[in-house]
């Protein structure tokens, strides 16, 4: 029994179609069938009921199910490690969220670059949390994040960053925006696992958003805001060069968020990482 049959009924399952799973693997629905009947033969039992639904595991199919999955997993993990191992010495893994990815970190890539010229870059998205866990878990060496983050990892605080209300163009609000307001009028925010920085703002003040949309995309919600859907709170370092079309106030009590650097405590005397650092916090851009 091979391993080719065992991620042919691994991607069956979780694709829930024959179809599916060959699209994943690369190859014919034939050679899926055709690989799933040789692990039935092998294991002497079917593993899994097909109809033109998709499919279903039997329940033999589900007990050896749960122990491919662990398989496959740790299949990835050697992959990744693999990745790891073969990247250059000189490569530096740095995780951002969108606004540093957009307003700093190509310039301090390319200022980087140009005093060590051997550095190559691997750069990962996402969400403060995202990239917190990822500097945790070692799959990048230096991570943007917004500060305090939980979990064991150095953290270097770079600068605050305010947090401003985003009102449409014809809003009649004038001088700093009071966060009660976001009580009464509707509100766009990030979906709950992107959403730290207004959450912290609404709970600190006490109040309750009234919430009419939620959105996964930070230059979404600005569009919305223009379009006169609601009013949202966004870091100004986001708003940089997109606020032409909204009205962006303070708030009251003003807000702001913390952005550092997180970084594993494995690579704090890594040369090339602690250069890096140095490097963002000299030259961070204005």
């Known amino acids: 029994m091979g391993f080719r049959q065992y991620k042919a009924f691994y991607s069956c399952v979780e694709t829930g179609s024959l179809t599916e799973a060959a699209k994943r693997m690369g190859c014919t629905q034939s050679a899926i069938s055709h690989l799933l009947k040789e692990l039935e033969e092998e294991t002497g039992f079917a593993v899994l009921i097909r109809n033109k639904g998709g499919v279903r ?30 990247e250059p010495a000189s490569t530096i893994r740095v995780g951002a969220f969108t606004s540093v990815a957009v307003h700093w970190l190509p310039s301090l890539m390319k200022g980087y670059e140009e005093k060590n010229r051997d550095v190559k870059f691997v750069i990962k998205g996402g969400g403060y949390k995202e990239i917190a866990d990822a500097v945790k878990k070692g799959k990048i060496d230096v991570g943007f994040v917004g500060l305090p983050i939980d979990g064991k990892c150095i953290q270097i605080p770079l600068c605050e960053d305010k947090l401003l209300a985003v009102l449409p163009k014809n809003h009649l609000s004038s001088g700093a925006f009071p966060i009660e307001n976001f009580q009464r009028e509707r509100v766009i925010t990030l979906t709950e696992d992107t959403d730290w920085d207004s959450r912290r703002v609404f709970a600190q003040a006490g109040i309750e958003p009234n919430i009419q949309y939620k959105s996964s995309d930070d230059y979404a919600m600005i569009a919305m805001v223009e379009q006169g859907m609601g009013i949202c709170v966004m870091p100004e370092l986001l708003l940089k060069g997109r606020d032409g079309n909204v009205i962006t106030s303070e708030l009251d009590p003003p807000a702001h968020r913390t952005i550092g650097l997180a970084v594993a405590f494995d690579k704090a005397s ?4 602690c250069d890096f650092v140095d490097f963002v916090k000299e030259h961070l851009p204005k």
Do not use: H, N, Y
């Open 270 to 273: 890594d040369p090339l990482v």
């Open 57 to 86: 595991l039997t329940e033999k199919g589900s007990g050896l199910f749960t122990v491919i999955k662990d398989l496959m997993r740790s299949e990835t993990a050697v992959q990744e490690r693999i990745k790891e191992l073969s």
